[in-house]
């Protein structure tokens, strides 16, 4: 399976997530899941990319033309896609991908998840998301969409488009094992 990972690109970030991405990408690995990234070598993104080639796992990064300054993308990638701009790097990434995992991140991974989980709700795509909330890094924003619920801006039903859990394991596995609930229903009822 190719597994699009989104994450910080700053290693400016407590140890404890960096490990966290390396553990990550080298049980993607070790399970035969190929890493579709932003092609970055620091932050998340370098930590998985690592945990990925370290088991010798398939690598692709996406990267626009810009961002290719000495020492800022993973050297080691299989396949190394350039874009012009940011939305057809994020256009490429969710086409290559069969499934999105979310790490530690800051305003890009923020924006990465909610297009990928807005494209989702709106049935453009039918992949399975999850989250990987490290040390309750996502806390806040899983309270900010439950309140979003509450005060009737969004439909509960979009807080199980994606699962979260600070668990490595947990997360491939829910991926591994993902049945869109509407296929799922629909195959159920008429076969």
Do not use: W
């Amino acid at each position: 399976m190719r597994i699009c990972v989104y994450g910080a690109a700053s290693d400016e970030i407590d140890r404890s997530y960096l490990e966290a991405g390396e553990t990550l990408g080298r049980a993607m690995a070790e399970k035969n899941h190929s890493l579709v990234f932003g092609g970055g070598a620091k932050g998340m993104m370098g930590a998985v990319a690592r945990g990925v080639f370290e088991k010798g796992g398939k690598l692709t990064g996406i990267v626009p033309e810009f961002f290719n300054v000495d020492g800022a993308l993973f050297e080691s990638c299989d396949e190394m896609i350039k874009t012009q701009t940011m939305r057809e790097r994020k256009m490429l990434m969710e086409e290559h991908s069969d499934a999105f995992i979310v790490t530690a991140g800051g305003i890009g991974t923020f924006e990465e998840f909610f297009e990928i989980l807005t494209l989702r709700s709106l049935e453009r795509h039918k992949k399975p998301i999850a989250i990987l909330n490290t040390n309750g890094y996502y806390d806040d924003l899983l309270s900010f969409l439950k309140n979003s619920v509450e005060q009737n801006f969004l439909r509960e039903s979009n807080l199980d488009l994606f699962f979260v859990s600070d668990d490595v394991n947990a997360v491939l596995s829910y991926i591994e094992n993902f049945c869109d609930t509407a296929d799922y229903i629909t195959k159920t009822r008429f076969n």
